[in-house]
C-alpha cells in the first residue's frame, strides 16, 4: 500500500527566510510525487509534480521541490518565502501504472509566514 | 487550463433530506474522485470512478452514493444528510495511471455543506 506523511503539522518562518516542508513517501516502483496548495475556503491547487528526470522540479510561485528515492522524501522548498505563502500545502503520491487508481494525500502542513 | 466545477459553494440542508452535490470537468479524464475534508483528517476518500458508470468506494462510502452517468459529471449523493457529515467536499479529476503526463489531478473549488 502506498502513504504520505508530512510529519510537521505546522511550519513558523518568517518573510524573506528560506521555506522547508518535509515530505516523505512509500509506493512500489517509482512514483509520481505531487505538491498542492490550498487557502483558507478554496480547492487545492497543483504546484507542481516529479515524474522522472531531473530530481529538482520547479513549479509555480516560486515553489521547487526534490526528489529523493534513497531516501524517499519530495521535499518543498522555496529560497525566500512571502506572507502571501502562508497556506496549507499537501503532497501527494500516485503509482505510474498497474497500480492503484488512487493518489493518496498527507495529512496537510500549514505555513505560517510571519513579516 | 484543466477546469473542476462544483455547481455549489455553499449549502445548508436540514437533517434528513437528499443532497445532490454536482461535479464536471472539461477536460475528458476517465477518473473523477470526490472527497471530504475536515480540520485535522486531512482528504479522505469517499468514492471514486475510473470510467463511465464504473465506481467503487473509498475509505469513508457509508451515508454516501454516486453517479456517473456522463464521463464529464460526477455527482455525489447523500441519501438522508445528518449532521455528521457538514463539511468541505472536494471533487478531483484525472487522466488515468500510465497516463505519458503524468496523471495530474485537478480539483475543484469545494463545496461547504452544513446539515442543520
Known amino acids: 500500500a502506498q502513504s504520505v506523511a508530512q510529519p510537521e503539522d505546522q511550519v513558523n518562518v518568517a518573510e524573506g527566510n528560506p521555506l522547508t516542508v518535509k515530505c516523505t513517501y512509500s509506493?512500489?516502483?517509482?512514483?509520481?510525487l505531487f505538491w498542492y496548495v490550498q487557502y483558507p475556503n478554496r480547492g487545492l491547487q497543483f504546484l507542481l509534480k516529479?515524474?522522472?528526470?531531473?530530481?529538482l522540479v520547479k513549479g509555480s510561485y516560486g515553489f521547487e521541490a526534490e526528489f529523493n528515492k534513497s531516501q524517499t522524501s519530495f521535499h518543498l522548498k522555496k529560497p525566500s518565502a512571502l506572507v502571501s505563502d502562508s497556506a496549507l500545502y499537501f503532497c501527494?503520491?500516485?503509482?505510474?501504472?498497474?497500480?492503484?487508481?488512487?493518489?493518496?494525500f498527507g495529512r496537510g502542513t500549514s505555513l505560517i509566514v510571519h513579516p | 487550463d484543466v477546469k473542476v466545477t462544483q455547481s455549489s459553494r455553499y449549502l445548508v440542508k436540514r437533517t434528513g433530506e437528499k443532497v445532490f452535490l454536482e461535479c464536471v470537468q472539461d477536460?475528458?479524464?476517465?477518473?473523477m474522485f470526490w472527497y471530504r475534508q475536515d480540520p485535522g483528517l486531512g482528504l479522505r476518500l469517499i468514492y471514486f470512478s475510473y470510467d463511465v458508470k464504473m465506481k467503487e468506494k473509498g475509505d469513508i462510502p457509508e451515508g454516501y452514493s454516486v453517479s456517473r452517468e456522463k464521463k464529464e459529471r460526477f455527482s455525489l449523493i447523500l441519501e438522508s444528510a445528518s449532521t455528521n457529515q457538514t463539511s468541505m467536499y472536494l471533487c478531483?479529476?484525472?487522466?488515468?495511471?500510465?497516463?505519458?503526463?503524468?496523471?495530474?489531478?485537478?480539483f475543484g473549488e469545494g463545496s461547504w455543506l452544513t446539515v442543520v
Open positions: 477536460m475528458d479524464h476517465e477518473n
Open positions: 509506493v512500489s516502483g517509482n512514483p509520481y
Open positions: 478531483a479529476s484525472s487522466p488515468p495511471p500510465g497516463y505519458p503526463k503524468g496523471n495530474t489531478i485537478y
Open positions: 516529479y515524474i522522472t528526470g531531473d530530481n
Open positions: 501527494a503520491v500516485r503509482a505510474p501504472s498497474g497500480g492503484s487508481y488512487i493518489p493518496t
